[in-house]
């Protein structure tokens, strides 16, 4: 934890006479605010800014408040920095000293992601369960990934039970997709928990990560919906929760937790709470409200509700979008489908579009088909339409879903499967567009997973040359992504190739394509082993 202490001193020069100012510090990045820990009882703006008025009446003053130190320091920054202002009469702000804190990071992992698919889980359907993990160290370090869900289901404080793990090695500087299968039992809220423990340090300091399932629930602008959630006391002692709101990104929204304060609660009590929201439209935008239970200045937990639409597209569709036959054939009647799931009790009728277009980013689209589907209650399936293919290889598909009362949902994917043998990753080729009449900047971010850090990705053009620094307007270029060894004993790498260039439950590439800093588009590209096929044969006698 860290308290700051904000001094102010107020002139008596002429040019500072004003009766009132505002001090101003937000949050810092990767930090918690303590509930309860700022001057005069303020909490965070929902953009995490604290803002106190300033009587200007005394000659000085002191504003506190304080932060706890969150695990991704380590795999962003490594240091908190803070730095304060004080506004007064629209005169340019007068800003305080920076101080900065470094984080001192000897746990060499860093848990990144946390998906579930499908989402909302469905009773008695086997729903996957990935999560990213990198590993921050210069060696190689082995971790048991353990997949957990509580018998409380949903709430803070939680305990947990194991349903699933699985031990690999991160090589160094290296990030791996770990999966595990999960059978809910009932559909509805509950939460994940990932818990990480390695052989040379122990159990992660940082853990348990969580991640709260939020079911699909019927919002409805202007009336007051009620989520009501367990709360458990984990520690050895009585002791008093405070629960609070620390989030609110709803714009308008109104979010009540009761009761504030649990007194009084026995080691390993569970009682009940409710939170209390009162949205307004549009619906859908995927805001959240967060609320954490604490002990003292311990954070003991948290729960999260989003505003999700009730119908939703996945957040990757790369498992979701199905082309039939695999691979299209030309010059005859293609399907392109998607997965949808309705978890409400009721029909939904939504309408889709499908799009698609080259292997990349930033390329023209083409629209197949719109669709308006029926779906039944509580059902998952595929919704199709035709589609007529000019050309073979790969592509990229765009799908746009529109509900009444919800923002339309647009999610796109690139994906590629590569097909390799077994002595290291191959070389593919993409294309990437500027779809206006501006010259951008290009930037490249690629994100590697489950593929040894000995193969180091090159990005070249058709001549072997870096990609150029701008794109001009319209302009397509063709890149080869293409897998080289590293370096050799001399530059502390191995001078031959490990026996698996492979490791963790999948290996991908995801590519992010920026244009003067802003996202056009990404692509992903999966390693798979060599398969055989085998076609049938038709014999005519």
């Known amino acids: 934890m860290i308290q700051y202490t904000i001094a102010y001193t107020v002139s008596n020069a002429s040019r500072c006479q004003n009766s009132q100012a505002k001090l101003i510090d937000s949050l810092p990045v990767d930090t918690i605010f303590v509930s309860g820990s700022a001057s005069d009882g303020i909490t965070p703006n929902p953009d995490g800014a604290l803002v106190w008025d300033v009587a200007l009446s005394a000659s000085s003053g002191t504003k506190m408040f304080s932060v706890l130190i969150s695990e991704t320091q380590c795999q962003n920054q490594g240091a908190v920095y803070n730095r304060a202002a004080l506004l007064m009469g629209g005169r340019p702000p007068l800003l305080s000293n920076e101080t900065s804190h470094a984080v001192l990071c ?22 996957r369960v990935s999560v990213r993990i990198k590993n921050l160290s210069t060696i190689p370090e082995p971790v048991t990934v353990s997949f957990q869900t509580s018998p409380n289901v949903f709430g803070i404080g939680l305990e947990s039970l194991e349903f699933a793990a699985k031990a690999l090695i991160i090589p160094a500087n290296g990030s791996a997709i770990v999966t595990a299968d999960l059978m809910p039992a009932v559909s ?19 853990g348990p990560y969580q991640r709260n399932i939020d079911v699909v629930e019927d919002l409805r602008p202007g009336i007051t919906d009620t989520l009501t959630f367990k709360v458990r006391n984990p520690t050895s002692n009585t002791a008093d929760i405070r629960l609070v709101v620390a989030a609110n990104t709803c714009p308008g929204w109104t979010a009540i937790v009761t009761p504030t304060k649990l007194l009084a609660m026995a080691p390993g009590e569970v009682r009940e709470a409710q939170l209390q929201v009162t949205p307004l439209a549009p619906l859908g935008t995927e805001c959240h409200v967060v609320v954490i239970g604490w002990i003292g200045n311990r954070l003991i937990g948290y ?10 597209l996945p957040v990757e569709l790369r498992d979701q979008i199905v082309f039939i036959p695999d691979p299209q054939v030309i010059s005859r009647t293609n399907e392109i489908c998607v997965k949808l799931q309705n978890p409400m009790p009721v029909s939904r009728t939504v309408t889709v579009t ?3 277009t080259g292997f990349g980013a930033g390329l023209p689209w083409t629209t197949v088909a719109t669709e308006t589907y029926h779906l039944p209650p509580n059902s998952m399936d595929l919704y199709c339409t035709a589609w007529h ?6 592509g990229c598909a765009r799908v746009t879903l529109k509900q009444p009362g919800y923002l339309d949902q647009v999610r796109q994917q690139n994906f590629e499967v590569i097909r390799t043998s077994p002595d290291g990753p191959p070389c593919f080729m993409v294309s ?17 997973y489950g593929i040894d850090p000995y193969w180091q990705l090159r990005i070249v053009d058709v001549l072997g040359n870096p990609p150029p620094e701008t794109l001009r307007p319209y302009q397509i270029i063709e890149l080869h992504l293409c897998f080289a060894p590293a370096g050799t004993l001399a530059s ?17 590439v995801d590519v992010d394509v920026l244009l003067d800093g802003a996202s056009v588009g990404s692509f992903s590209v999966e390693l798979q082993p060599l398969h055989i096929y085998f076609l049938p044969i038709s014999m005519k006698h």
Request: proline share 14%.
């Open 389 to 394: 293919p000019t050309s073979s290889g790969h």
């Open 492 to 508: 502390g790498r191995p001078a031959t190739p490990p026996e698996k260039y492979k490791f963790g439950d999948e290996s991908l």
């Open 354 to 356: 499908f799009d698609i």
């Open 188 to 206: 509805g809220h509950f939460c994940l928990f990932i818990v990480l423990q390695s052989p040379r340090y122990g159990y992660d300091p940082h």
């Open 432 to 448: 990437i567009g500027n779809p206006d009449g501006v010259l951008h900047t290009l930037l490249l971010k690629p994100v590697i």
């Open 303 to 312: 729960i999260e509700k989003v505003d999700l639409p009730l119908v939703q």
């Open 106 to 127: 000897g746990w060499p992992f860093a848990v990144e992601e946390i998906q579930v698919d499908p989402y909302p889980p469905i009773a008695g359907i086997r729903s």
